[in-house]
């Protein structure tokens, strides 16, 4: 297991004793469960590189590449942008490089190009509808296991895994963590441009985890031939001032530092580049016999573009940032969204509807005519006297311009768009009681599974980035000293070697999971009703079993169940209290025998049936002695 790593410890190379390749999966393997060496860490500083080197200039040359690559897909993220994203046009036509516009500016030049706002609003609901599947904030939309592939979890286990679940949901959700905020940002940024990513980075104090999400113009990515995101390069700007806030002043290029210490140019822009990638090469140290890692798996350098300088190194135990996607084919880096998918109709219906709105204006706005050249043209305004437009004969001299303009069949079809495009951001999934408001119990599931059915497929390549950021969580809290000794979650002595991943318990997986929850109830259900003729029906059912295959397609905590050995134990008392119950009576049966008995014998021997039968038997044993002598 590696040494704890986070945003700001440096690369050791001069502490290192030796330099091996890397030969086992990352330090940041999820529920690697051991004990870090802290007695290396007064050696790990942190690299103070402010001069030009070789490693700074490839990280700009893989930049400009990454660049290159990403070029082809801006053209329609900004055509999505323009209709769908009302502030994000200024980023991608590099209008802030001249500064940002304010919102009346951003919104005026957005009002003369767009002219049906239907995307838009289907994006954010489609967004809204993501999180009430996937992670809503009402329910604990995960849960740990820790079986391996040949064991079952054991019921400590699962209430440890339970109880690390609980802890988790309550760092996100806690007030100063921008959870929220961060992960609706980047379903909506799904919903549009299809990459989004969430930084999940080391937090202080009262608040272990911070969130954000960067934006899609920042990121550039490069995957491994597994299709996982293994580099990240992130391009912002920030003030020379805050520069020296988030890499400290005493890092900065002399030229930076220049702009910092004058107050007139402090907010001079310069432009960064984080890089994360991972390491060549990592230094192990031997311990009790083992090797263990001595540096990250992932490096992060940030570089000062102008400069060509690395002012900053540090590392990760596990990756930082969580892509997530609505699909990617294979060999495309960033994928596609439903947005783009949609963008033909999308057009299709503002010009339609631009046309439509034109041929309106014919109609209550029409152009005039005059007779003769006037030496003015005044506004018609209704209620208005105006002299001399009216000739001898009673004729006006301005009349208006009829075309015969119908913008009916014009708005008709932009409906029919519109439609179309609610349902290719499947809208109309989420408006089941809209449409039909006396639906049945039985069509409301028949729709709830539907939902299931269409949103599944992008639901779990979702869910695959949230479970990287689980890696990414369960990583620094590690570093926290979470599974050390005198932690409430120490992990069972049966974990040791076993790993931890995410169970999905949202809406969405339970939708996945009720058919098979529901099929089993009616079979038991079907087996009682049957039972009331053939009570060995019932044999065929496996109660147990029945329970957990119901358990599991809900969302039921493990704590209101009890163990295994409470549950055995329960079972043989009432196993032993019906035996007992049963000698009972049966001792109760044979006493009343005998009680029956007694005045059956007296009432015989006072009848003199009892001599009777003495004096036959004698008789009877003699004709049987003389039957076998012959």
């Given at each position: 297991m590696s040494p704890k790593a986070t945003e700001g410890v440096a690369d050791p190379r001069e502490t290192t004793p030796s330099v091996l390749p890397?030969?086992?999966?990352?330090?940041?393997?999820?529920?690697?469960?051991?004990?870090?060496?802290?007695?290396?860490?007064?050696?790990?500083?942190?690299?103070?590189?402010?001069?030009?080197?070789?490693?700074?200039?490839?990280?700009?040359?893989?930049?400009?590449?990454?660049?290159?690559?990403?070029?082809?897909?801006?053209?329609?993220?900004?055509?999505?942008?323009?209709?769908?994203?009302?502030?994000?046009?200024?980023?991608?036509?590099?209008?802030?490089?001249?500064?940002?516009?304010?919102?009346?500016?951003?919104?005026?030049?957005?009002?003369?190009?767009?002219?049906?706002?239907?995307?838009?609003?289907?994006?954010?609901?489609?967004?809204?509808?993501?999180?009430?599947?996937?992670?809503?904030?009402?329910?604990?939309?995960?849960?740990?296991?820790?079986?391996?592939?040949?064991?079952?979890?054991?019921?400590?286990?699962?209430?440890?895994?339970?109880?690390?679940?609980?802890?988790?949901?309550?760092?996100?959700?806690?007030?100063?963590?921008?959870?929220?905020?961060?992960?609706?940002?980047?379903?909506?940024?799904?919903?549009?441009?299809?990459?989004?990513?969430?930084?999940?980075?080391?937090?202080?104090?009262?608040?272990?985890?911070?969130?954000?999400?960067?934006?899609?113009?920042?990121?550039?990515?490069?995957?491994?031939?597994?299709?996982?995101?293994?580099?990240?390069?992130?391009?912002?700007?920030?003030?020379?001032?805050?520069?020296?806030?988030?890499?400290?002043?005493?890092?900065?290029?002399?030229?930076?530092?220049?702009?910092?210490?004058?107050?007139?140019?402090?907010?001079?822009?310069?432009?960064?580049?984080?890089?994360?990638?991972?390491?060549?090469?990592?230094?192990?140290?031997?311990?009790?016999?083992?090797?263990?890692?001595?540096?990250?798996?992932?490096?992060?350098?940030?570089?000062?573009?102008?400069?060509?300088?690395?002012?900053?190194?540090?590392?990760?135990?596990?990756?930082?940032?969580?892509?997530?996607?609505?699909?990617?084919?294979?060999?495309?880096?960033?994928?596609?969204?439903p947005t783009i998918e949609a963008l033909t109709t999308v057009r299709e219906e503002n010009a339609?509807?631009?046309?439509?709105?034109?041929?309106?204006?014919?109609?209550?706005?029409?152009?005039?005519?005059?007779?003769?050249?006037?030496?003015?043209?005044?506004?018609?305004?209704?209620?208005?006297?105006?002299?001399?437009?009216?000739?001898?004969?009673?004729?006006?001299?301005?009349?208006?311009?009829?075309?015969?303009?119908n913008p009916t069949y014009a708005f008709n079809y932009a409906d029919s768009r519109a439609e179309e495009i609610r349902d290719m951001m499947f809208v109309n999934l989420f408006q089941t009681l809209v449409q039909n408001p006396q639906m049945t119990a039985t069509e409301a599931l028949i729709r709830q599974e539907e939902k299931g059915a269409l949103l599944g497929p992008s639901g779990s390549i979702i869910q695959a980035g949230f479970a990287a950021n689980l890696d990414r969580e369960l990583g620094i809290l590690e570093d926290k000293g979470l599974y050390e000794e005198d932690s409430r979650f120490l992990p069972p002595a049966s974990l040791a070697g076993k790993a931890l991943r995410p169970t999905f318990t949202g809406p969405l997986d339970v939708l996945r999971r009720s058919a098979e929850a529901r099929d089993t109830i009616q079979v038991v259900t079907t087996a009682m009703q049957m039972a009331q003729f053939d009570p060995g029906v019932m044999d065929n059912i496996d109660g147990d079993e029945a329970l957990k295959i119901v358990q599991g397609a809900g969302r039921s905590p493990q704590r209101i169940f009890r163990r295994q050995d409470e549950v055995a134990g329960i079972r043989d008392a009432r196993a032993k209290a019906q035996a007992e119950q049963a000698g009972m009576a049966a001792m109760a049966a044979a006493g009343k025998v005998a009680r029956d008995a007694v005045p059956a014998a007296v009432q015989a021997r006072d009848s003199g049936l009892l001599d009777g039968l003495g004096g036959l038997m004698p008789q009877a044993a003699q004709d049987a002695s003389g039957g076998q002598g012959a």
């Open positions: 890397d030969i086992s999966p990352s330090s940041g393997e999820i529920g690697s469960f051991g004990v870090p060496p802290f007695f290396l860490f007064p050696f790990i500083h942190e690299a103070r590189l402010t001069m030009s080197d070789s490693r700074a200039r490839d990280i700009l040359s893989r930049q400009a590449e990454l660049e290159s690559e990403r070029s082809q897909y801006e053209h329609v993220w900004e055509a999505v942008s323009e209709f769908c994203d009302p502030d994000a046009p200024d980023m991608w036509s590099g209008r802030r490089k001249a500064g940002l516009d304010s919102q009346a500016e951003r919104q005026e030049r957005r009002g003369a190009r767009v002219y049906a706002n239907t995307i838009n609003s289907a994006a954010n609901r489609l967004a809204a509808g993501l999180e009430s599947l996937i992670i809503p904030q009402s329910e604990k939309w995960h849960g740990l296991s820790t079986a391996a592939m040949n064991d079952e979890e054991t019921d400590e286990e699962k209430e440890w895994a339970e109880a690390l679940r609980d802890f988790l949901f309550a760092l996100r959700y806690s007030a100063n963590s921008n959870f929220v905020p961060a992960t609706q940002a980047c379903l909506r940024n799904v919903v549009r441009y299809g990459p989004a990513y969430l930084y999940a980075e080391e937090g202080f104090g009262g608040t272990l985890i911070r969130y954000a999400s960067i934006p899609v113009v920042e990121g550039y990515l490069s995957r491994n031939r597994w299709g996982q995101v293994d580099i990240f390069h992130r391009r912002y700007e920030r003030t020379a001032r805050q520069a020296a806030q988030l890499l400290g002043y005493d890092r900065l290029p002399a030229r930076i530092k220049m702009l910092v210490d004058d107050p007139a140019k402090c907010e001079t822009k310069i432009s960064l580049i984080q890089c994360i990638q991972p390491r060549d090469e990592r230094k192990m140290y031997s311990l009790s016999g083992s090797y263990q890692y001595l540096d990250t798996a992932f490096a992060s350098y940030h570089v000062i573009e102008d400069e060509e300088a690395i002012v900053r190194e540090s590392g990760f135990r596990s990756f930082p940032v969580s892509c997530f996607n609505w699909r990617r084919y294979e060999g495309d880096p960033y994928g596609i969204s339609v509807r631009r046309s439509g709105l034109r041929a309106l204006q014919q109609i209550t706005d029409p152009a005039t005519a005059s007779k003769a050249r006037l030496d003015y043209v005044p506004v018609l305004n209704p209620g208005e006297n105006y002299p001399g437009l009216i000739d001898d004969a009673g004729r006006p001299l301005i009349a208006p311009i009829a075309t015969g303009q």
